[in-house]
């Protein structure tokens, strides 16, 4: 056993919670200890709840337990948390949501800001001791501390997303991170709201040390007693804080911000950038302004929209339950560009995956894309070789009898399909799941081969399957709802959020979409130029237009997915897509489609003549919406809510306008049937009103 | 001999195998580390078991030159593979029978009662052997490290010399007996020379390895030998040593590569430098009873014998006259031989020695010659030569192929046999009932 001093002063301890018996105290959430050499432990360990979040509660505890420190100061004070998993998730988002007006928000955000001030200011020593999740307002309680100590392990993640709901940090913060971090990391965490793992909070100075488990508590207790240096601004990043080169500086940024996210629909990472290149170098006034900038970035509909954002996914995220249904082993069947990738997502995220092909050649492109997507994913060579060795050739299809879920995946052919699923079935586990991923063909056709009709499930990826957090679920008549739920639990598994939706032509996504496609098609028939139509998309606030979408989906593909779908919805594809396909202008991927492709950035000419861009705008949004309405009237999904986080996290729809539902309702569904109407009149039958809105004339909370 | 009926004195069950193709190196380091190749060979036949590889009891692995990050190289793959943490693993070094070594460690373990359940096999990936300094270099960075001063540096600094850079080829000191000097070809031939093996007979032996194998690539006769992928999604589905072109004309205009320049071995008439691996699961009795395993043969008896290092490519006679005795067996009663061809003249030698009436009496311990093997019953879907020597891998290939050609031939007996670098051969009987 090592004898250094640190063991010396603190003899073999396995958990403060033993360790620091003297003395201890509690609020309801917060645990005050103090130990045998005189540090202070505050522990969050929150009432009624697994994760702590910073609720006015806790804040004010908080602020009561720290007018005792200052009066029987400790010689360290720590901060750490009582819950197995996590430091602190951020603030509360529900009481966040109560806030109506610039007031109220500046009153929540001033009482924060004079909190932390206060712990920065403690004359004795504090570390901040974080084990697992660390976020926003907990992240910004840390860097009111001295010290930051982190978990060097898997689940250490450390980061500032307040950009993703449309603000930004405001307790100190923003002034802190930006004082004590070179500039371009410390914007960088908060305008991308990126987490960190503990190692790389380290390299760029967020915490000072990365620790593994064994070491975390004498680590603290070393820095706590010690009072090595804090950390300092390195010389290139106060270099880059000078006045003159931080707006020059500001002004970069701003300009590749604009490249992902338009001012006017995303301001919070403008606002940091403001703040930071007016008040820099001035804290008191700093730490004013990033109070007020959030005030104003709270008001509208924005925040609240991005909130919802937020709880559509932890609704997604809690669909299934995960320990009910513990696969181990994948089997996909089809080696192409889907089941290739999928094969590869899930051997990323810890499964034993055999894929399946006719033959050795077919399997090339799925190893070679899995071993691109280890190498961009995994940092260490052995996590790499565990990820690869868990992706299993296998032509034989031996691993049908080991599989927990197998996935079929192969080209759009009902007779293959049977085929497959005869084999399957007889050699299959008794408790796996069969699915498949078809994006055209009914379930109902595919079960009639099957013995046991009710175990076949649709698990629908979307290209690229590493890119696309959503992954419809679909359920057919016979699917039993205990196969639903595997199919739901596994999705968890993989770390994709499941959409349970109805069996019918293009499920969800694909049949929103499609309209709202083959309408920017027919708006190219027009004559109109696919940067004025693409245009009207971006500025609504979709990520990509629709022209730029379907050449990256491949024309061949849109075709035929739009054929196999207007036999169903009587959608009219404009003849000129074929001539596109027959030419082998296939999009992207051939170097021409609606454009011409250059390193696979589509060329577009900056001057074509936009057009009626209100009329495109229309047309695109209302085909969109208007099919939307028509799958919440033919329960596609459970309700309006799935409906909106399907379209969300399956096609990107502006998710500042919280989904095409919640957009409509925005609008008020009385003037939007009212434009659908007119333009029935003007562009023809296929923009009338869907029965669907009758459903929507109330607008409850989330 | 102490006992004169050895055989393993319980069943032992060779259930199935996989291999790797064998890579043929190329000059530079092949896209496979070692613990890939066992991987892949060892996950494919896996798969195939009704078991899971948590419930193995063993896992054995012969190769003889695993990389400096490769130690215990059994354990490796054990772990790499999902066997968990609690299944023991080590490694066997016997040279080029190290791959029939772990199979006979296998096997003891099975009779002793330790394990019913043993993945073993052997795994070589010569293209990765690493160049090494010399020792002259390595002596001169001790002194560097050790200098403090800038005098001190500036002296050692003076002492270097551009010749300490010259690296030593980890792979050619591991081909060269250390103990009589002679690298591995010129054992082969040492014996050629002995038994007046021609140079036409080596080539002749030459082309006919490449053309077994080639026909039997196209009728799907390697069934055991699985595809793998690299980072770059190539796919290696064949033994890609194998020469369709080749004719006794371009063999016969190869020089001499190792008594040069009037010796009668060359490249083309060797076994080729290769990298591959291969995976055998073996089970007792009660493990086949227990997961209703499928049974490919039994292994029966395994002889090791020793010689002159000097003639080591005379192992196998040395090895398979006594097996065959203890086993009241004669050359007929085996329906199809492996013998690992690491040089054409070798294999000659050996067919030479055991019909060598002379041979067997002074060397063998026997009244007269063993007879002779007929070579249509050898390597009948080629060998060393056409598909490559990875050396700790062999023994197992030849153990795991000569089972399958049985299987195939609905045969009853084989005998895999090889000889080993340091003057050692290795047999190992294997028998299967016939249907």
Redesign the interface.
Known sequence: MNANSADKAAPEKSSPKQSTRKGSAKTPDWHRQIDDEGILWLILDQQNTSTNVLSVTVLEQLDSLLDDVAQNLPKALVFRSGKAKGFIAGADVNEFLQVTNTQEALIMIKRGQTLFSRIAALPCPTVAMIEGFCMGGGTELALACDYRVALDDNGTRIGLPEVKLGIHPAYGGLVRATSMINPLKSLELMLTGRALSARAAQAIGLVDAAQPERQMERAVRQIALTRPPQQQMPLFGKLLSLPGIRSLLAEYMKKQVAKKAARQHYPAPYAILDVWANYYGNPARMMEEEANSVARLIQGDKVRNLVRVFFLQTRLKSLGDKKAFVPQHVHVIGAGTMGGDIAAWCALRGFTVTLQDREAKFLTNAFKRAHQLFAKRLKTTHERNAAVDRLIPDIDGAGVEKADVIIEAIFEDVDAKHAIYRDVEARMKPDAVLATNTSSIPLETLTTVLKQPERLVGIHFFNPVAMMPLVEVVVSKTTSAKTLQQATAFTQHIGKLPLPVKSSPGFLVNRILMPYLVEAFTLYAEGIAPEAIDKAATDFGMPMGPVELADTVGLDICLSVAQNLSAAYGIEVPAGINRFVEKKHLGKKSGRGFYQYQKGKPVKDKDVDLGDQRMIQNRLVMRFVNEAADCLQEGIVEDRDLLDAGIIFGTGFAPFRGGPMNYSLDQGVESMVALMTEYETRFGERFKPSAGWSLLDAKEPV | MANAHKKYAKPVYLVDGSRTPFLKARGKPGPFKH??LG?NAA??VL??M?FAANEIDEVIFGSTMPGPDEANIARIVAL???CGDQVPAYTVHRNCASGMQALDNAAMSIVSGRSDLVLAGGIEAMSQAPLLLHPKMVAWLAQWWGAKSIGQRLKVLSGFKPRLLTPVIALLKGLTDPVVGLNMGQTAEQIAWRFGITRAQMDQFALESHQKLHQAQQQNELSEV??????????Y?LDDGVRIDSTLEKLGRLRPAFDKPYGLVTPGNSAQITDGAAALVLASEAAVKKHDLPVLARLVSTEWAALDPAEMGLGPAHAIAPLLKSQRLQVGDIDYWEINEAFAAQVLAVLAALDDKEYCQQHLGLKSAVGGIPLERLNIHGGGVSLGHPVGASGARIVLHLAKVLQQKNASKGIASLCIGGGQGGAMLIERSVA
């Open positions: 613990a890939d991987i996950r494919s798969l195939r009704p790499r593979l999902g699985i595809p793998i992928y690299d980072a770059q999604g190539n796919v589905d």
